[in-house]
């Protein structure tokens, strides 16, 4: 099984509005990601968790705060967005450091900010 | 840095033709992974291969198999028999492999795609 879910698969939001994305692994992987897509160009990676510790952010805007509260779980909080933050948020997970390297991703949350 | 070029916005394909979709790539990292995701319009991202850069084969998964030409930097993906649910947005990407940690926790860098669109 390589499902990786997320939640809302929709999204619309003000600029004051704080709201969280969510996405879950039981594939027992040990990476997870988050990663940026605006339509018609590819994805840009946002954030990188090891071992449920951030191990890389992209210079993302502080508006945007992740969170992984266990292994399976991977958080991302939003408040104060701009209109130029709708785009579709993809989470991926794989093994891990040492491990198989494919990246699995989920089907993604089109987030739109009014 | 890493930098991955996909030089054909588009194709037009015929129905059970054979595809080749163009990727090449640039790195100075000496341990690096060379991948390929499918998204259909649906928009979720589709693992479809993986090629390691000490690989000696060429991977290859059912009708996928990578041209992977270490010397000119490409990584082809050849589709064989096409069919008319590959028709989505085909992406070429590349992490690098830390030496220290043995990689497997790094993004990936995607190049632009290729919108491929097999007709009947």
């Known amino acids: 099984d390589t499902e990786v879910t997320q939640t809302p698969k929709h999204l619309v939001m003000g600029m004051t509005n704080k709201k969280s994305l969510k996405c879950e692994q039981h594939?027992?992987?040990?990476?997870m990601y988050w990663y940026k897509q605006k339509a018609k160009k590819p994805p840009e990676l946002m954030f990188v968790y090891s071992y449920e510790k951030l191990s890389i952010n992209e210079s993302v805007p502080s508006r945007f705060s992740p969170e992984c509260p266990n292994s399976s779980l991977l958080n991302l909080h939003l408040h104060a967005l701009q209109p130029e933050d709708s785009a579709l948020y993809l989470c991926?997970?794989?093994?891990?450091?040492?491990?198989?390297?494919?990246?699995?991703f989920g089907p993604g949350t089109r987030l739109t900010v009014t | 840095a890493q930098k991955i070029t996909q030089t054909q916005p588009g194709m037009f394909v015929q129905e059970k033709e054979a595809v080749t979709l163009d990727c090449t790539y640039d790195?100075?990292?000496?341990?690096?992974?060379l991948f390929w995701y499918k998204q259909p319009s649906s928009g979720e991202m589709i693992f479809l291969i993986y090629?390691?850069?000490?690989?000696?084969q060429n991977a290859t998964e059912g009708r996928y198999s990578l041209n992977f030409q270490k010397a000119r930097k490409s990584a082809n993906l050849v589709i064989s028999a096409s069919q008319l649910g590959d028709s989505a947005m085909y992406f070429c990407?590349?992490?690098?492999?830390?030496?220290?940690?043995?990689?497997?926790?790094?993004?990936?860098?995607f190049g632009k795609g290729t919108h491929l669109i097999i007709q009947p």
């Open positions: 790195t100075s990292d000496p341990s690096y992974g």
């Open positions: 594939m027992g992987h040990r990476a």
């Open positions: 990407a590349m992490t690098r492999f830390d030496q220290l940690s043995g990689g497997g926790a790094d993004g990936l860098t």
């Open positions: 991926a997970s794989s093994q891990g450091p040492g491990s198989s390297y494919e990246q699995y």
């Open positions: 090629q390691g850069s000490y690989d000696q």
